[in-house]
């Protein structure tokens, strides 16, 4: 008995015994199930629940590679679900401003609703006044993408696929992307994007959950403190476009390179708030190399709630909700009235086909174009 129990110890202690009667080793446990949510197209739409066993949880569909929900513990340990959206996928299909959603085949505007390439001209679907938004009438948002469920249930894991067609919303090229969630250990929400396309083309690929570190339906963002690191911004006109200039922050309420509530400088009396109605702009991060880079950080008091944003994306759109009216009903019935949500769409700045001295968004085929953010959570 005295030479098994040690031996006992050592199987135990690398996994490899597992008694009857005893709790399963927590890593073979499923951390991704899936339930029906509904058709569209005549496309089964699914719902994934991912779970990190360290409180989180995201809901992901594959419908839009919309993050339904995304719960996240408070500072007493209190779960709670941090994102807006809606209970069912009818509601998704009826209105919705891109809760949650990956955006794309552009994500954010391009002026005119046009661009040219290689010396062509190609015209999109204008869906923002004379503007493309977001990808245009059907966005990535908007169709339903195939899941590929190779990897094993117990990774919190969901790999999406979407072929967008040649010519779809305007767009030249069959653009092939992937768009890979995975829930950490480390509370993180990650987002893996690839793509390539047999053409030349135009790409910008974003994740537009609406935050509220308080629980989703639980007021407005205001008190919300944002640190943003950037040291300059793209002003826009008043239809959204950037103008082309990158101007410094210094000494504008666009200056959040310091730690600062949301809701401290919004209704100044400044054009750049004027034409965004509030915070509706891209920040030019502050980055060296390829890498992740930290983005924002944004904490809200009352919860002890905090998020960090991590990217390999040179821009960050910082969107204060400023749309929202109160006609959005979402989960559990609550009203998301104006700036109950905030967005951090990590992102190439917006209308770069149209502004050549912007990093490039063009992708060329034989090229793979990948990109990853991850959004981290902790508490304070
Ligand atoms: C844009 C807003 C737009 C919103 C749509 C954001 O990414 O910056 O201008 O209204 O998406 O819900």
């Not at 015994?17 to 890593?27: E, V």
């Not at 290689?118 to 977001?134: F, P, Q």
């Not at 001295?357 to 953010?373: A, C, D, I, N, Y």
Request: contains cysteine; glycine residues 12%; aromatic residues 10%.
């Amino acid at each position: 008995m005295t030479q098994i129990a040690p031996m006992l110890l050592s199987l135990l202690a690398t996994g490899s015994l597992i008694l009857a009667g005893c709790a399963q080793p927590s890593t073979n446990a499923p951390r991704r199930s899936r339930e029906l949510f509904g058709t569209v197209d005549g496309k089964q739409v699914f719902l994934y629940a991912l779970s990190n066993g360290k409180g989180m949880e995201a809901r992901i569909t594959n419908y839009g590679g919309i993050v339904v929900a995304l719960v996240v513990p408070d500072r007493a340990g209190k779960p709670g679900d941090i994102v807006l959206g809606y209970d069912s996928l009818s509601s998704y299909l009826k209105a919705t401003p891109y809760f949650g959603a990956i955006v794309g085949r552009y994500g954010n505007r391009i002026g005119k609703a046009r661009f040219t390439l290689d010396g062509k001209e190609y015209t999109l679907k204008a869906n923002d006044g004379a503007n493309t938004l977001h990808g245009g009438l059907k966005g990535f948002d908007k169709v339903v993408w195939e899941p590929d469920e190779s990897t094993p249930p117990s990774e919190p894991v969901l790999k999406l696929k979407y072929v967008s067609p040649d010519g779809e919303e305007g767009y030249p090229g069959t653009l092939t992307a992937t768009v890979t969630y995975t829930l950490t250990d480390s509370n993180e929400l990650r987002i893996d994007y690839s793509a390539t396309t047999d053409k030349p083309t135009v790409l910008n690929l974003t994740h537009h959950s609406y935050f509220n570190l308080a629980g989703a339906g639980s007021g407005d963002i205001l008190s919300h403190e944002l640190m943003l690191n950037a040291d300059r911004f793209t002003p826009i006109d008043s239809g959204l476009i950037p103008t082309g200039e990158l101007q410094s922050v210094e000494g504008t309420p666009m200056d959040f390179r310091t730690s600062t509530a949301i809701g401290a400088r919004i209704n100044a009396k400044d054009d750049q708030l004027r034409y965004g109605r509030g915070y509706d702009h891209n920040w030019v991060l502050n980055r060296t190399g390829n890498g992740l880079s930290l983005a924002a950080r944004v904490s809200e008091p009352a919860s002890g709630r905090a998020m960090e944003v991590w990217t390999t994306e040179p821009g960050i759109q910082f969107y204060s909700g400023n749309f929202l009216d109160g006609s959005n009903v979402g989960k559990g019935g609550k009203v998301y009235a104006y700036r109950t949500g905030l967005c951090l769409e990590t992102q190439h700045f917006p209308d770069s086909p149209n502004k050549p001295q912007f990093p490039s968004t063009v992708l060329k085929p034989g090229e793979k174009f990948t990109s990853t953010t991850v959004y981290k959570f902790m508490t304070r």
